[in-house]
């Protein structure tokens, strides 16, 4: 086929697939980069002070929003389903050759579209990993400023999408903000996409305050059909909370308890716009708590447990690649609860968000089984089998050396075979 032609087809193609507003997840993240991984000799680790030679060098998409779009970019290609404007990246990519190249990888290789990016004058920043035999080193560098034309652009593109579409079906909000971002940028965002059903799924604490209450007032209608979970570490719930915790000491009930109790005193917005901290530990189980719609005391938190993932028979030539792996949790989370949000019925055609129709399958039969087996409404069991399924996808991506990127049937293998959750 000529190649002239071909790009011609592709352009038709996008034109005739585009989806509204109000069935595509807007991942908002602000911070891209290009990431640069500097791969050590096998058997090495990084040494202070010492000259390091390459074994290998590769570059890529770097920024967490950026890597929730590669990760739901490859549960999209489990099957040859139309994918323009299922997931939409809101995003400063810097002029220049960094971002050039990032766009590109967005653009041509994941079929991310690019509605929402803005070109902004300051250039992109670039991440480095350096992978040893242990561990990975970050280095990241400082982020260029952007305008307040600029963040203007960006709020009118928001809008003109709404004015057409609707409200977001899903929204991601991932990371840091560059200079220039005032704190309340997230929830001024949010205030113009998120509608009382879109699903909302959080990974920063930056002007968290100001969101949270932004969010209360989009979920105060009666019939919402919506919510918002936020995602974080255990080391960070507690130190929101004031307390401090080891990442490499397992998370307590009692430690889990405190810390929420304190987060929902420090944030008086929290009980009326979250539903849910889906919390991650590291190797070991993560958590979904129940945010209480009202004041409570320590022993009305309710808690799934969510069983650990051993990927160590898995890791091909003793290495993992964790970098990354949180924003591939936030992406696998949100993918699968907008599926099970809005569940097909019998006899439906392909559903039109993110997750392949053989993979919402097993979501839909896992969740019935774990239902099935628990106490607990079935609101927390959607909930819960999404965040097990985000929780499998980052487990996954360990795996392959590329940000955010892994194979779905390693991931389905790991949420197919998850015992079911604990409730405490």
Not at 81 to 93: C, I, Y
Not at 209 to 215: G, N, P, Q, R, Y
Not at 332 to 340: I, M, V
Request: aromatic share 6%; charged share 20%; net charge negative.
């Amino acid at each position: 086929m000529n190649y002239l032609w071909h790009l011609l087809l592709l352009s038709t193609m996008s034109a005739t697939t585009t989806h509204a507003l109000s069935t595509s997840i807007v991942v908002v993240g602000l911070n891209a980069a290009l990431q640069k991984r500097f791969i050590l000799p096998p058997n090495t680790n990084l040494e202070p002070g010492n000259v390091h030679r390459a074994h290998n060098s590769e570059t890529g998409v770097g920024g967490k929003g950026q890597d929730v779009g590669v990760a739901m970019s490859c549960l999209m290609s489990k099957e040859k389903q139309p994918r323009d404007d299922k997931v939409l990246l809101a995003q400063f990519l810097g002029m220049g050759p960094e971002g050039d190249a990032v766009s590109g990888a967005l653009r041509l290789r994941r079929g991310l579209s690019d509605k929402l990016t803005i070109r902004n004058a300051a250039p992109l920043r670039t991440c480095t990993t350096i992978v040893g035999k242990d561990c990975a080193t970050e280095l990241v560098e400082t982020s260029g400023e952007v305008t307040e034309e600029e963040l203007e652009q960006l709020g009118q593109k928001v809008e003109s999408l709404v004015n057409d579409g609707g409200k977001a079906s899903g929204v991601c909000i991932m990371g840091s903000m560059p200079p220039g971002c005032g704190d309340d940028t997230y929830a001024q965002l949010s205030e113009k996409m998120v509608g009382k059903d879109t699903l909302v799924l959080i990974d920063s604490v930056i002007g968290l305050d100001a969101l949270l209450k932004t969010l209360k007032s989009c979920f105060e209608s009666d019939d919402r059909e919506g919510g918002a979970v936020l995602k974080l570490n255990a080391a960070e719930l507690c130190k929101l909370a004031g307390a401090n915790k080891s990442e490499a000491e397992k998370v307590t009930i009692e430690e889990l308890t405190a810390a929420t109790s304190c987060f929902l005193t420090k944030y008086e917005c929290a009980s009326s716009a979250l539903d849910y901290l889906c919390v991650t530990d590291g190797k070991f189980p993560g958590y979904l708590v129940e945010v209480p719609k009202e004041s409570t005391t320590e022993n009305r938190i309710n808690f799934i447990q969510l069983p650990a993932i051993d990927i160590s028979k898995q890791v091909k030539g003793g290495m993992l690649y964790p970098i990354g792996a949180g924003d591939t949790v936030a992406a696998g989370t949100l993918a699968a609860w907008q599926y099970l949000h809005h569940e097909p019925k019998a006899g439906e055609e392909n559903f039109f968000g993110v997750v392949p129709k053989q993979v919402g399958n097993i979501l839909s039969s896992v969740k019935s089984k774990w239902l099935s087996d628990a106490s607990s409404d079935e609101k927390s069991i959607k909930m819960a089998t999404s965040f097990a399924f985000g929780l499998s996808c980052g487990s996954a991506s360990c795996l392959q050396q590329e940000n955010s990127v892994f194979d779905v049937d390693d991931a389905v293998r790991y949420f197919s075979e998850m015992d079911s959750p604990v409730i405490q």
